[in-house]
């Protein structure tokens, strides 16, 4: 597909140099690459800044509600089986209000990609921690820092089994490209966790702060060694590894319904001769 | 006696099997061509605690259960004691010869004796039931031998022996107990509790997913989705939570699949963001919400009708909804059915109001017949329209207020759901000028639902002194109790609402203001639907009729208070 | 001129500091005396976009915020073309002398001469808005003075350099703008918006404990509490979700903590199980509930008026709550306080319905007499009551409904707090006539809430011809829309209702039958509160006038369409 | 403390051999051994069956929503640091409805002890699968076996770095009690999974079933070693180990709010000087 077909959008309303700019030209570049028609694409997302992708890219669009992403995403491939999902949306929407449906998408193993913005902050709401936000950073709302233990998405992810996981980060365009297509092309839940730095909000873990520490994976790595895995999913400090951090072959929900091997929900007709049935054996 | 028919009452403990007889014996009547009407009282326990499974039979169409206990059978002492005084006149109660009638009328089965091991006591008083009640013997036989016959020929014979060792034993002691008279009902009419009903309605109209999460009294539809509707071509998840289950629903009816959401006051309370973002996202979808008395958890098996202003207001900002309260099995199925057609016509949310007493109470009823339904709208399947690669005028800016529906991956043009306020497109805006025409153009569908709502049933006289009007389920009863009334030579009339919202005051104002008394029958405390009429039509009922202890309205309970 | 006193305007991209010049001019003229109404109308967004911040500025008391502008600061070109057709006669716009003022009669200001460095042009605008519009001066440098203080002299010193030479620079330019009149107002006053006397209130009250999840325009209420109610002994939790943030409030009041929860109608809806659980508990809860438009994400940073059928239902099954709804800054104040010692009361949920409009607008506002203030209820935090190691009758069964509530640790008896049907002990039970008891007595509190309820406020002519009705922040815009049809020769009153549940007809009903015509104003599409009203009482009234473009009210919207 | 002091409720809601009763049964133990008074224990639930324990001991207590315990169970610590917190429910609670608020408590770290009378199936709802059901397992909603990958509390707390991990069984008395003890003695939030058998509707994982596969850690294994911990918390098969998983140091949040420092919020009276200055904050 040439990439114009996703059409670009200059008018966002997101601030000058935040990472989101760059992760939808990654996504624009990944579909492309994939040769993806836009209407066979569905795109998902819940609430803030990241969330609003769906407004900038043409593809089909499903904008939910903040942390609600992953619920509608699933159902959509869950009823039509021909559409590749992909859910974005921000650390605050995936981890935060919707960790729920994060941990329980990751046990239901539909096949879709879920890209996380994660900026370490909730930037629409201007500031406050966010779940990734790190221990005794300051913010508006924590003016004495950060109290909680941050949330480690990988760590968790790889801890369930997750059948995909992968970290990136939007300064590095190549990386973010590979990994978004090797997320859409497993079959199963992908979780990339990518940085994306908001250059409102977040004054410690910029663009230079990740640029610094994120470094990929050695070639050599293997990613279906969990225990592995579980340790790559620890570092979190001077050096932050990327790259796909762990998969397994289990296979998808969606695969393993028989009603869904005959394709979409919505047009199969009502089995109008089974009903009958159905109502004779409640005689 | 102060009902027609008789009532039969099985009451134990969870766990004695009181459920199995009872399911037997109603699903034997029901064969047999009697008309029923079960009600399940039971305790949020497993094991122990009391329950009474209650079957009013009768050869003539009734529509409510009864409180008088024609026949008890107690499966342990408690039962007696707590019921002894609510026998009818006549009544026997039906137990183990180790137990105590306390003085009741009682016939005391040797149950040692006839049944050879206490797996066995089901079909021992099912035995008797049906030798006692005259109940045509080949039909209950075949039902025995349709239960165990999974289970091999030993089985099925030892429960042979076991049945008619009972009937023989009972036969003996025909006497303590009138035979029931003949049935006159259709033979080949389904055992249907509403939930079932529901799920059947779902069905016919193609419902192909449902999310859920298990809760009292709204579980058994998702279930009977699964158990059975499975076959049919629907995927049912069960979500991790309400929030989950409903938030799937938008994304199934948003990839072209019928949907439905089943669940109860707590759990629906946490779906009200989805409801909010359904009105606005324009997206169908069918919810029933089958109501137990609250707040919180308050009575988690019993029955209410208190959460008409939750699903009156559910959700932030203003959008329009329509809520159906079914009165009957029969109307579970055809508003459900229904119900699927208006959430796609007008692509808003539409509910299923029910509550737990109807959820559980089967009936005789007849196999629906398919054909005669009306066609379930559809959403736009086809693959032109709008253009290639783009987003196509989801919520295009009509008269009606309704847009074309397409759906992603059928067409080549591109279909954008959304949650803000938006342009035609779906695309966010903060214009305050198409900020009034969205509103306005949502609201307007309000009054196309409102064009297409059902007017209240009306029964009994036409013009009378005294008007009952209720909703939902408790048509059945507060009608009986109005024949109780007309019997003592009142002027007695039902209206009997099966939509709640929107009303057409047309349909009902004049017939309001015409009675001489006005008494709206409601199962809650404030009188919701009372409250409600005089909000749209400033009409003020004389008085309200209200219950709200969890357990349901009968006729007999109604009259004394009506009379 | 369409208004009294003078409309500042300060327009541009988020970002671009339209806040920061806004808020410093506020706080010069509340501190030289002025009344002040300031609006602030924000994207949904953090850079570019377009903002403004609305000073309405007048030497007497004034109530609502206006719509013609008499000065424009245009930090952009896109500000001028946007507004320049709603400037008042004789209006200007001040702008950078680079931009382009399209015609409109304009200061164009050498911002690059006046201001070394960008980060100095907030000043410089400040020094050219003081100079031109007269105000103090001491005030003005003194303000600078003090906003840099904490960066040091020098910064202080290159400050004070730029508000000097921008000062100067438009006093050869005051001519074209008349200066304001002298104030009038007391000094002293606090410069303070909605949330920030929410805030303030629930700290007079006591408030300990406030959990919260970030939600525009309710954000911050919390954010108060944080960076300044810390230190008065504040515990400010951010939670996961809005659900843990509810539930975690019943923790703190069950433990004996006074707790606040913020928030807006999406986080609402996900509260609403919460709420529920709060009746059945009796457990006190104070909820912010400020409205933005709907439905779902809607227009997360304007205003509405449409949550009020959420408020009043929200939760499944039936209990008390009140809602107040503040009218002014010092409503919020006040009816925080009020709300405190209400639901520690009734021990039943009461809200405080504010909205976006209201959340953001600062206005001049003496401190609040604390020592005034009427005492706030506390649980009963005594040691003795109750069997030592068992539980007391939490939910005894008094007349009032109210049972005392003791405090888990305080005491050594034991606290049950419980979420179903219970026993006076707390213990679960299914008896039906204890159901009854349990819920007559909940709805039992709601009668002594109505006996305390506030009745509306009565503003202007007595018996008018046209009795304009409204609710919540509505009252300034509706007061002085009154007064301009008064000046027409029209005979107009204002009813203002700042609680608008329960409510006590017996205080309004004579009021609203007597005028001739009576229009309900409301910031919502449907007419939420007339329909209530309707509901409450029967009455109907002669027409709404709804706005719901995410808009506020203005005198001359109002009086344009009531005319 | 005399263990009759806590009561002893003959008439609970569960079936006989319930696992439940001899949980609660560790539970007095624990708290008589441990001395604690009942009116200086907050005694948190849910929904579900083990959620009814508050109704059969005499504590105070405070029975909330389905999934909704830790809320007010971590407020009521931040509110009165003075009490003894104590959370009790299901697995469906815990790991289902109320499984954010078991990841934010986790990060949050309040001293308060969870624990998760863990039955693999939702028993008051009547059988169906619980996050924790294993795959492939039938029950009534899955007639086609569970589909979804289960949750493992214990992976996921560990992974977490959760300050106090230990599993048990209803089957050991002692073991649990022991349990209890120390979760109940460890600063900061302490899971105790502890499988309790459902009769009624888990006919798989049954009193013989846990009673054949627990096996105590053995006596060297060293609970704050976090890789060693990561590995025992993926064993589920023929042998599950119970016992304190792991454990570390992190301070609970409770004592690192200074307020909280001066005894329970309720009674500290507000302070009207702070509040007048403060008001002269905003002139
Ligand atoms: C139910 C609900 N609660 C709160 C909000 C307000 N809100 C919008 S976005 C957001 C946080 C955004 O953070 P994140 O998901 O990290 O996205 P970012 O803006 O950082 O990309 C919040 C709290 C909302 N819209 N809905
Ligand atoms: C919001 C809500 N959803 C659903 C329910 C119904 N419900 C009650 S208990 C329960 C599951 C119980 O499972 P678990 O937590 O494992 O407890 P158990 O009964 O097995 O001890 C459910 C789904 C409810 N009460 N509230
Ligand atoms: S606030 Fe932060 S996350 Fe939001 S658009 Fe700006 S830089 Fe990006
Ligand atoms: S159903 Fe299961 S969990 Fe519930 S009481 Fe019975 S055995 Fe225990
Ligand atoms: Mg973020
Ligand atoms: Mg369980």
Redesign the pocket.
Known sequence: MDIEVYGEYKKTAWCPGCG?HDVMKAVRQALAGLDLAPNKVAHVS??????KAPHYIDLNGFNG???RGLPPAQAIKLCNPELTVIAQ??????Y??GGNHFLAAIRRNVDMTLLV???Q?????KG?A?PTTPEGQITKSQPDGVRNAPFNPIAVAVAMKCSFVARSFSGNTAHLVKMIQLAIQHKGFALVDLF?P?VS?NKVNTYGWYKQRCQELPEDYDPTDWAAAMQVAQEFGERIPIGVIYRNDRPSLDASLPVLQKGPLGRQPVDRDGLRALMQSYT | MSHTGRNIVIGGEAGQGLVTIGQMLTRALIRSGYEVVVSQDYMSRVRGGHNTYSIRVHDAPIAAPAEAMDVLVALNQETVSLHKGEMAEGGIIILDAALDPEGARAVPVPFKDVAPRPIFENVAALGVLGSLLGVDRPTVEGLVRETFGKKGDEVVGQNMKVLDDAWKWAEAHRASCAALPAPKGPKGRMMLHGNEAIALGALAAGVKFCSFYPMTPATSVAQELISKGRKLGVVVEQAEDEIAAMNMALGATYAGAKALVPTSGGGFALMT?GVSLAGVMEAPVVIVLAQRPGPATGLPTRTEQADLNLALYAGHGEFPRAILAPATIEDCFHLTHAAFDLTERFQTPVFVLTDQYLSDSYRAVAPFDLDALPPVAEPDFTPGGGPKFKRYKRYELTESGVSPRKVPGFTETLVLADCHEHTEQGNITEDAGLRNAMNDKRLRKGEGLRKLCIPPRVIGDAKPDLLLVCWGSSEGPVAEAADLLRAKGRSVGVMSFTQVWPLDPAQFLPALRAAKEVVCVEGNATGQFARLLRQETGFEVSRTLLRYDGRIFTPGWLAERLG
């Open positions: 989101n819940g609430i803030g800044q990241a969330a509600l903040h942390g949306s921000g650390d605050g929407c995936n935060g209000e913005h994660d900026n902050i909730y930037g629409l709401t406050q966010s994306s908001c909000f | 963001e």
